[in-house]
């Protein structure tokens, strides 16, 4: 076939040896038109097996990848009863009117004296309590003359934080398959911790189908629209930490997808198809992968957006095909591909899930589907948006949250307590 041909799908399955001819016609008949739950896509996606790796890297690199193994604290924090104030160390059993000074303890310096009754020694905060003292008087309730320290008024705390109070040697500080966020980088840090043992970032593909869409920068030329799929696909990727190891973009040619699936079947751990799923005359991608000895798991998902979806297995990788209309691609990573991707980085992925008020009606005409619809959550209220369906990329620039209408439901009425899944 010559590149750029534009086959129907029929013509492509006639070009099969007979025995997948009559395979393709027998899942088109009892596979392609059985709708799966989102449940059960989730449930099948999940029983995916998956085998993360693992690798030790530099902590300065280790920004949102996932912990391989338990973090063990080997020394106890504070490593030493250390000052929370700048004031003066004394020992609170000691009545004294005046304090002699006996020595100045910056941070980071051993005290050389011990304490004794009458004297005090000034200490910054951060600095090691001397031996003797038990508390230190916060600078502020002090008077210092001549060497000579008084007591202005009282410290009820003790301002000396405890070794091993946050953490002592043998404690698991953190757990195997959390996400390093800035906050565990420091964790770790505190520790000492040069190095980290994280899982290996998974390899991802991305094709773009449909001889339809042009790379921004591009001039638009007539019944052509930008390639925005492989840009957000792309980022949500790499907002999960995974790597986009190829990129392609391909007309709707059979031998152009089918030559894009393979290549990156062979580099990458997970290869996401957008366009080409549907019913349409053009839409090849499910027949491909079939073709290219991919086990196709479902190819329909009770879902709007969503339903054409593909997802499928060959040898340890794996593939989903997603609806080319920009939300439907958006949410069905959200949704389906994320928690395998996660997975993938031994990490048990989540969403968050916030339940709030309506605070108008949602009405849909049919229900056969689950739906995920756009929306705005604020202090408890979720705001519908405009959204004129899953072409509607614009509408996820207000939304910052999926308010999801499970299948056989109408809808929700004012003031009724829906659920939203946030979108960061
Ligand atoms: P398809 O899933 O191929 O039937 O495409 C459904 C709709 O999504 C069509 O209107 C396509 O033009 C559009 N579409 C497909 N791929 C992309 C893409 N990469 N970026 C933006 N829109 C797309
Ligand atoms: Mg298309």
Do not use: W
Not at 311 to 319: A, C, H, L, P
């Amino acid at each position: 076939m010559r590149k750029g041909d534009l086959p129907r799908a029929n013509d492509f399955a006639a070009r099969l040896p007979s025995h997948d001819r009559t395979d393709t016609i027998i899942k088109r008949i009892f596979v392609r038109e059985t709708m799966i739950t989102v449940e059960a896509a989730l449930r099948t996606i999940g029983k995916t097996a998956v085998k993360p790796r693992r690798e030790t890297i530099p902590l300065g690199l280790a920004l949102y990848r996932v912990l391989a193994q338990d973090v063990v604290s080997k020394i106890s924090m504070p490593p030493f009863h250390k000052s929370a104030m700048d004031g003066y160390a004394l020992n609170s059993g000691d009545a004294s009117d005046a304090f002699r000074v006996i020595e100045m303890i910056p941070a980071g310096v051993v005290p050389k004296k011990s304490v004794g009754r009458g004297q005090c020694a000034k200490i910054m905060t951060g600095g090691m309590v001397p031996r003797g003292a038990d508390r230190v008087v916060r600078r502020e309730l002090t008077v210092e003359e001549n060497g000579i320290m008084r007591l202005l008024g009282r410290d009820d705390s003790p301002n000396i934080c405890r070794r091993g109070e946050d953490v002592k040697p043998g404690d698991i500080v953190l757990l195997r398959g959390s996400i390093l966020r800035p906050q565990e980088i420091g964790i770790l840090a505190s520790l000492g911790a040069a190095r980290v043992d994280v899982y290996v970032r998974p390899a991802v593909g991305l094709i773009a189908t449909g001889s339809e869409i042009v790379a921004p920068g591009r001039r638009l030329s007539a019944g052509r629209i930008y390639d925005s799929n492989s840009f957000s696909l792309s980022a949500q990727v790499e907002g999960c930490g995974a790597v986009v190891k190829s990129r392609r973009r391909t007309a709707d040619s059979v031998t152009a997808i089918r030559r894009a699936i393979a290549s990156a079947l062979e580099r990458c751990d997970l290869v996401l198809v957008s366009g080409g799923v549907s019913a349409g005359d053009l839409d090849f991608v499910p027949a491909i992968l079939r073709d290219l000895g991919v086990g196709l798991r479902f190819e329909r998902i009770a879902v709007q957006p969503g339903k054409p979806t593909v997802f499928g297995t060959r040898r340890g990788k794996v593939v989903f095909g997603v609806p080319g209309n920009p939300v439907s691609t958006f949410v069905v990573f959200e949704v389906f591909i994320k928690p395998l991707l996660f997975r993938m980085m031994g990490h048990d992925y989540q969403p968050m899930i916030v339940r709030a008020a309506l605070t108008e009606d949602f009405l849909r005409k049919r229900t056969e589907r689950a739906a995920l619809v756009p929306v705005h959550v604020h202090e408890g209220a979720v705001a519908l948006l405009e959204y004129h369906g899953s072409a509607h990329i614009h509408a996820l620039g207000p939304a910052n949250g999926l308010l999801y209408v499970p299948r056989g439901l109408k809808g929700y009425a004012a003031g009724d307590e829906v659920h939203v899944r946030l979108l960061s």
